[in-house]
């Protein structure tokens, strides 16, 4: 096994800018605060968490869409955190993005055909071994030929979002960063366009940053899953022993949040109060003591750091795991 | 490339039974703005207009320049429909004429306005920072000037005539598609297709031609439309000024100018001149704004 990418204490933390003349910094959303993982190679790490905990900002700024402030980005053994211009121009054809929303990430004015062949295009691929590629993609991922001359608008959800896999496997990329495929899709749909993905990751031996915000999407393809909250992994660890066994108060309250099918089951619900602090100003210490049913003197004090908790390697950050996985576990 | 992976699709996409029509945005919007009455009577007056101007040589009773001193300040009658001049020209003759300045004025001045103002919209709104900054400063100063005496110190500069007319007038032009282009690139340079585009490797200049000013094209047509009109009046403004086009060509603006001095004993030298540029400039808005009602989906049933 080897590892495709990891990621050393990126940060990325967009300045608040005050005064339209001379414009000076007077805050910094913190929207991804120090985080540290790895990926290895034909694998998928599940990226959770509520909206706006940095999961999608993450995302962007492994691909280099946004620059990071800080910390480190190693893909494929190279350093990549502040790659520029033609060399990191070159790297996008190893790392792609699917998107969230398949109504505004094609564009609108473009064909199938031509959305997907502009990343051909842009690497210089020839006309005829294009209309062969893409077409090989279009059957790929479910769709036809004579798909290739509509536009985006006449695609249901679940075909656009198809489309935008075309697209993403049009460079036979080595990564390709799932920014929410499935959360506005119909959950039949879903359904499909997961098994797609897996298959697909299969196929190509492709390795997947999967970010989503419910936990049952990423249980299906996630073998590994990292738990974020206000910009930090709170807890990593195989989705099986995260399960079974969450140390992380915030994990608790995430699985507890899983609807059941049995309604006969009774499950003990953990309800958070409140909302997300704002990431501009967080919480000192452990950013979740403000929600955290189990929060003390010392939450309030300390900040906790990724402690190993189980022999398999799963990571929490918290003051109390042994005591909180007692109360739940 | 890569060995090709055979899958088995059994979660191929359920395909719609009949492949849609084929329906693009100008289409619709074409067809949303036959249906609206004053859209269609802008377009019937354009279509009028530029037909007139292709037939002109066809259509003029007698030759627009040639004078006859004996029959000056003629009222309209069965010879000469809309009258003569002081020199005896027939009126029709000339606003059939002066039709194809009009439209040459019109289309050369906005296209200079558009080209240069796009350009200089997209990219300060694309690259943003201080490249924005230079830009939209320029731009703020030339909008500080009222358009009439920006194009007249223009022509001062420059010298008389129809092309350093069209220049002006271009150029006074410029701000509002800049500022209208920046606004709608600073829009679609956010949307999620523009990141993708980015993630698929293309460079800048790429996806600001390719992606970004493709889906502005909907406000750049309506000013477009809407600029035609102020430009034919522009440059009858400036001809009118006897700063334009120069006698003995038939330009509409000149025409009142000249009709100016008999304006209570024959009218009609003023009249016919004024309600062409009146109905062409009308034209223009009436399309210009039935575009843009098309083109707002907010307006859509």
Known sequence: MTTLLEVKDLEKHFPITRGAIIPHKVGAVKAVDGISFKVEQGKTLGLVGESGCGKSTTGRTILKLTEPTGGHIYFDGQEITHLKGEKLRRLRQDMQLIFQDPFASLNPRMTVEQIIAEPLKVFGMHKEERQKRINYLLEVVGLSSYHKERYPHEFSGGQRQRVGIARALALEPKLIICDEPVSALDVSIQAQVVNLMEDLQKAFGLTYVFIAHDLGVVHHISDQVAVMYLGEIVELGSYDELYAHPKHPYTQALLSAIPEANPHRKKERIVLKGDVPSPATPPTGCKFHTRCPFAEQRCRLEKPTMKVVSLTGQEAACHFVEEVSDVVG | ?301
Not at chain 2, 207 to 216: I, T
């Open chain 2, 1 to 301: 490339m890569s060995a090709e992976v055979k899958l088995d699709n059994h979660n191929a996409a359920p395909l719609a039974a009949h492949p849609t029509e084929k329906k693009r945005p100008i289409f619709e919007a074409l067809k949303s703005m036959i249906s609206s009455k004053t859209s269609l009577i802008g377009l019937i007056l354009i279509v009028l207009l530029i037909l007139v101007a292709l037939f002109a040589s066809f259509l003029a009773p007698h030759d627009p320049t040639q004078g006859d001193l004996f029959s000056r300040y003629k009222s309209p009658s069965g010879a000469h429909w809309l009258g003569t001049d002081e020199l005896g020209r027939d009126i029709l003759s000339r606003l059939i004429y002066g039709s194809r300045i009009s439209i040459q004025v019109g289309l050369i001045a906005v296209g200079i306005a558009l080209v240069i103002g796009t350009f200089l919209g997209a990219i300060s709104g694309f690259f943003g920072k201080w490249l924005d900054m230079l830009v939209m400063r320029v731009i703020d100063i030339l909008m500080a000037f009222p358009s009439i005496l920006l194009a007249i110190a223009i022509v001062a500069v420059m010298g008389k005539g129809l092309t350093n007319t069209m220049i002006a007038v271009g150029i006074v032009g410029i701000p509002q598609f800049a500022r209208i282009v920046r606004s709608s690139v600073l829009s679609v340079k956010e949307s999620e297709y523009i990141e993708a585009a980015r993630a698929g490797g293309a460079r800048q200049f790429r996806v600001l031609f390719r992606h970004v000013l493709p889906n502005c094209m909907a406000p750049i047509i309506v000013q477009t439309t809407l600029s035609i009109g102020t430009a034919i009046l522009d440059a009858a403004g400036l001809s009118f000024l006897g700063l334009g086009v120069q006698p003995p060509k038939p330009e509409w603006g000149a025409m009142l100018d000249a009709g100016r001095a008999a304006l209570q004993t024959a009218p009609w030298v003023v009249i016919f001149p004024g309600l062409a540029i009146l109905i062409t400039v009308l034209g223009f808005n009436l399309l210009g704004d039935g575009l843009r009602d098309a083109f707002d989906p907010r307006t859509k049933k």
